[in-house]
């Protein structure tokens, strides 16, 4: 046989080698994951509920779900086991960070410190105008004024 003929179904073969290789390295991760759980520990489930485990069997995990609730749940439903840190944010909205950052309440800030780079340009007038039409104005040319009409 021909060398070009072969070399299509060596291509596949080795496509799917590298296929499954992947897939194997991230089923371990996951295992590798799962046998990190403790009691006490923060995971998220495949379903996206957030839970704390309470204790862990051969093939199931019991998660404290709410204060006093608890549910029974199959290892490979754990879907992510969290840090202290990041379980807390999430579930109770604590916010461990301390940053400095300010976040205006509108844009101002923004167009402030463009209009100062530009030496001379003319700023928008976008305040409204006080317009108000005169009441002579909103007489028809038949007397009636908009909206009257000549029921009796």
């Known amino acids: 046989m021909n060398l070009v003929t072969l070399l299509p179904f060596i291509v596949l073969i080795g496509a799917m080698f590298l296929m499954t290789r992947s897939a194997k390295k991230k089923q ?4 590798e994951m ?3 759980m403790q009691p006490g520990t923060g995971v998220r489930t495949i379903g996206g509920m957030y839970a704390t485990v309470k204790e862990i069997g051969d093939e199931t995990v019991l998660l404290e ?7 029974v749940y199959a290892k490979n439903a754990i879907g992510a086991v969290l840090e202290d840190s990041e379980y807390n944010r999430i579930v109770h909205g604590d916010d461990d960070t301390d940053t400095d950052t300010v976040v205006p ?11 100062e ?9 976008l305040t409204k105008k006080d317009a108000a039409p005169a ?5 028809e040319k038949d007397g009636k004024a ?4 000549e029921a009796k």
Do not use: C, F, I, Y
Not at 65 to 71: Q, Y
């Open 28 to 31: 371990a991760q996951a295992v």
């Open 34 to 36: 799962r046998n990190q």
């Open 65 to 71: 779900v709410a204060p006093g609730v608890h549910a």
């Open 105 to 115: 309440d509108d844009a101002s800030s923004l167009t402030e410190d463009a209009a």
């Open 117 to 125: 780079g530009q030496e001379g340009a003319a700023k928008a007038d």
């Open 135 to 139: 009441a002579d104005s909103e007489v």
């Open 146 to 149: 908009d909206g009257e009409t």
